[in-house]
T-cell receptor, first 118, second 116 residues
Framework: DTGVSQNPRHKITKRGQNVTFRCDPI?????LYWYRQTLGQGPEFLTY????????KSRLLSDRFSAERPKGSFSTLEIQRTEQGDSAMYLC????????????????FGNGTRLTVT | AQKVTQAQTEISVVEKEDVTLDCVYE???????LFWYKQPPSGELVFLIR??????QNEISGRYSWNFQKSTSSFNFTITASQVVDSAVYFC?????????????FGQGTRLTINP
């Protein structure tokens, strides 16, 4: 168990540019979540996947945001035409959900990617 | 709508003191999870505890203890004999239980500083 890994740790970009973040979950975890945390606030749910299927998106996730998990392993979060309001810490988390015995492991979070839009 | 309120924005105590972090929540769901996470300066959210709404038993883990009271919608966290390494931001969170999805609603956090 190497934990949830996120890259890059920091990203500085100019307004209007596109950025992409990557998340590698704990290998046996079938669920992957993206959260966003602004300064001084708690994280807010953005979206989550079960394997490669994106099951839900928050209303916070505007059309400029897209997330994928093509092979059910790593995930990417892309922000197009970044705005200053997108500056935040983007957190990825993973968990294991079993259908037979509804056992749900708690969310394990990565260190996050801090985005600064200038 | 769900909401988590952590009224204490910042707490500062001297090492070895006991400290309690308050958490009050609102939900219309009958089944839900409650959580506490720790966020040290490194930024990673560290899982501390998850409680199911069915289970109101208090829990103790070493110096940490949690008091869940459904009647007052509270889930308070106490650190006994605090240490400098306990300094961090602590988040309380709530999640409905729907198909195992953990869409956590977090409070604003309490910044805890333990002074030597």
């Amino acid at each position: 168990d190497t934990g949830v890994s996120q890259n890059p740790r920091h990203k500085i970009t100019k307004r209007g540019q596109n950025v992409t973040f990557r998340c590698d979950p704990i290998s046996e975890h079938n669920r992957l979540y993206w959260y966003r945390q602004t300064l001084g606030q708690g994280p807010e749910f953005l979206t989550y996947f079960q394997n490669e299927a994106q099951l839900e998106k928050s209303r916070l996730l505007s059309d400029r945001f897209s997330a994928e998990r093509p092979k059910g392993s790593f995930s990417t979060l892309e922000i197009q035409r970044t705005e200053q309001g997108d500056s935040a810490m983007y957190l990825c988390a993973s968990s294991l959900w079993g259908q037979r015995t509804p056992s749900i492991s708690p969310l394990h979070f990565g260190n996050g990617t801090r985005l600064t839009v200038t | 709508a769900q909401k988590v309120t952590q009224a204490q924005t910042e707490i500062s105590v001297v090492e070895k003191e006991d400290v309690t972090l308050d958490c009050v929540y609102e939900t219309r769901d009958t089944t839900y999870y409650l959580f506490w996470y720790k966020q040290p300066p490194s930024g990673e959210l560290v899982f501390l505890i998850r409680r199911n709404s069915f289970d109101e038993q208090n829990e103790i883990s070493g110096r940490y203890s949690w008091n869940f009271q459904k009647s007052t919608s509270s889930f308070n966290f106490t650190i006994t004999a605090s240490q400098v390494v306990d300094s961090a931001v602590y988040f309380c969170a709530l999640s409905p239980i729907i198909q195992g999805a953990q869409k956590l609603v977090f409070g604003q956090g309490t910044r805890l500083t333990i002074n030597p």
